[in-house]
C-alpha cells in the first residue's frame, strides 16, 4: 500500500483555503480542509449594543452581507419576544426582506457559475469556450443588485433592515423601477443561461428533458455527462435547511426522507489545525445549500436529477442554477404582493428588553445561515454565527467523513477534487469571521 501526501492552496474562493490529500494507491483516501485566517467577528460584538451587530455582522461577507443582516436582525427580533415583547411584521417589511435577499442570491449564484464552474470546468476538461464569462457574471450581478439597492439604499453592507421591519418607504415607481430591472435578468437568464423561455424552463421536470436546454447552462451540462465527471462528488446524501423561506420548509432529510428540525441541536465543534468551527447536527454532518432546499421542497425535476446522479456534483451544480429561475419567478411575485399603504416598521424602539437570548436562521446562497445572541444588561454577552460552509466543509470527526471530504474521496486526482470542492462554493472569510 503506496502512502502519498500532497498540499494545494485554493485562491478564489472568497479568500483561500490548504487542502492536504492523502493518497492511497493512487486514489484520494483523506483531505485535511484548513483556514488559516481569523479576524473575531464574535469577539468584536462582545460588549455592544445589540443594534450594533445589524452594521458589524455584514462585514463578515461581501458576497452574503445582505444574508447576515437579516440573520442578525431576526436574532434579535427573536430574543425581544423571548423577552416579552410582542410585535408582528407587516406583509411589507417581510415581502421586501424576501425580496432583497433574493436579488443577493441570485447575483450570487451568478458569479459562482460564470466565474467559478464555468472557468474551472473548461481547464479541466482543456475545452475553452473564449467567451467573456466574468462579462456575464458581471451583468446579472449589476442589473440585480440595482433592484436590490431601490431598497436597501446600497449593496453591499446595507444596513435598511431593522427589528419590527424596515427603514425603506418604497413609491409605485421604485416599485416599477425593480419590477422591470427582473424583466432584465429573466431575458438575459432566457436569452444566454438557459437558451429558452423562462416558462418553458419552469415547464421541465423529468431528466430526458434536459436535452431542450441550450445556452451556457446547457453547454455545461452537456460537458459534465460527456465527460463522466457527472456522478462524482457524492457525499453522505444527507440534507439540512434551517431558515424558513419560499425555496424550502425547514428540516432536513437523509436521500429523500424528511424529518424536522430543532435549532437547540445545531452545534460546532473545534477542528484541529484549522481556524473553522465544525458545524452538525445531533452530531452529524449534513450538506446545506440549493440542492438540499431542492431535496427538502421536493422539487420534481432535482428529484429526477437526484434518482440517477444522488447528491453528485451534476445535481449540486444543477440546482444552485435552476435556483436562479425560481427566485426570479418568485421576485415578480414578491413586487406585485406588495401593499405600500402599510406600515414599514410596527417597534417602537425606546421599548425594548435588557436581558434576552435569541436566534435567526435564514437561507443565504451557500445554505443556511445561523445567528445566536445573548443579552444581558442591553449589552451583548455573547454572539455566534454558524455559516453554510461550516456545514459543507467541516473536518472528519470520531464518528463520521466531512461532507466535502466524503466529497472528494476516490477521487484520483487533484484537479478534480479541487473542483467537487468548488462546487459547494466555498467562503473562507465566512467560515472564518
Known amino acids: 500500500m503506496k502512502k502519498v501526501r500532497i498540499k494545494e492552496l485554493v485562491e478564489k474562493i472568497e479568500g483561500e483555503a490548504e487542502l492536504e490529500f492523502d493518497f492511497v494507491d493512487g486514489v484520494i483516501d483523506n483531505v485535511e480542509i484548513n483556514f488559516g485566517f481569523y479576524r473575531g467577528i464574535e469577539e468584536i460584538l462582545q460588549g455592544r449594543d445589540p443594534m450594533d451587530a445589524l452594521v458589524i455582522t455584514p462585514r463578515v461577507c461581501g458576497i452574503c452581507n445582505h444574508a447576515h443582516l437579516i440573520a442578525a436582525v431576526t436574532a434579535i427580533e427573536d430574543g425581544y419576544k423571548n423577552g416579552g415583547l410582542e410585535f408582528e411584521l407587516s406583509n411589507k417589511a417581510k415581502y421586501i426582506r424576501e425580496f432583497t435577499l433574493s436579488c443577493e442570491l441570485i447575483q450570487n449564484h ?8 464555468i472557468p474551472q470546468l473548461e481547464a479541466l476538461l482543456g475545452v475553452a469556450s473564449g467567451q467573456n464569462h466574468p462579462l456575464k457574471a458581471n451583468y446579472i450581478s449589476t442589473t440585480i443588485t440595482k433592484a436590490l439597492a431601490i431598497f436597501a439604499g446600497q449593496w453591499p453592507h446595507s444596513s435598511y433592515v431593522v427589528p419590527g421591519g424596515v427603514t425603506c418607504d418604497p413609491t409605485y415607481l421604485e416599485v416599477v423601477q425593480a419590477d422591470s430591472l427582473i424583466d432584465e435578468v429573466i431575458r438575459f437568464f432566457e436569452q444566454v443561461v438557459v437558451g429558452i423561455d423562462m416558462q418553458t424552463y419552469l415547464g421541465i421536470d423529468t431528466y430526458n428533458q434536459l436535452n431542450t436546454l441550450e445556452g451556457d447552462f446547457g453547454r455545461v451540462l452537456h460537458l ?39 435549532l437547540r441541536y445545531v452545534a460546532e465543534s473545534e477542528q484541529k489545525g484549522s481556524k473553522a468551527k465544525a458545524a452538525h447536527y445531533k452530531g452529524k454532518f449534513y450538506e446545506v445549500g440549493p440542492l438540499s432546499r431542492a431535496m427538502l421542497a421536493k422539487r420534481g425535476l432535482i428529484k429526477s436529477l437526484h434518482k440517477r446522479h444522488k447528491d453528485s456534483i451534476f445535481s449540486r451544480i444543477f440546482a444552485r442554477i435552476d435556483e436562479i429561475a425560481l427566485l426570479l419567478q418568485r421576485a415578480k411575485q414578491i ?21 434576552f437570548s435569541g436566534s435567526g436562521a435564514v437561507e443565504a446562497a451557500r445554505g443556511s445561515l445561523l445567528h445566536r445572541l445573548v443579552v444581558e444588561d442591553s449589552k451583548i454577552k455573547n454572539y455566534d454565527i454558524i455559516t453554510p460552509t461550516q456545514w459543507n466543509l467541516s473536518c472528519n470527526s470520531k464518528e463520521e467523513t466531512g461532507i466535502a471530504i466524503k466529497a472528494m474521496q476516490g477521487l484520483k486526482g487533484t484537479d478534480e477534487a479541487k473542483f467537487v470542492f468548488r462546487t459547494f462554493d466555498v467562503c473562507s472569510v465566512c467560515t472564518t469571521q
Open 110 to 117: 451568478a458569479k459562482w457559475f460564470y466565474i467559478t464552474i
Open 224 to 262: 459534465l455527462r460527456s465527460s463522466a465527471l457527472a456522478t462524482l462528488g457524492q457525499s453522505h446524501d444527507r440534507f439540512i435547511v434551517l431558515g424558513e423561506s419560499s425555496l424550502a420548509p425547514r428540516g432536513k432529510a437523509v436521500a429523500t426522507t424528511v424529518s424536522n428540525v430543532d
Open 335 to 355: 413586487l406585485h404582493l406588495l401593499s405600500l399603504d402599510e406600515p414599514s416598521c410596527v417597534l417602537d424602539m425606546k421599548k425594548k428588553p435588557q436581558n
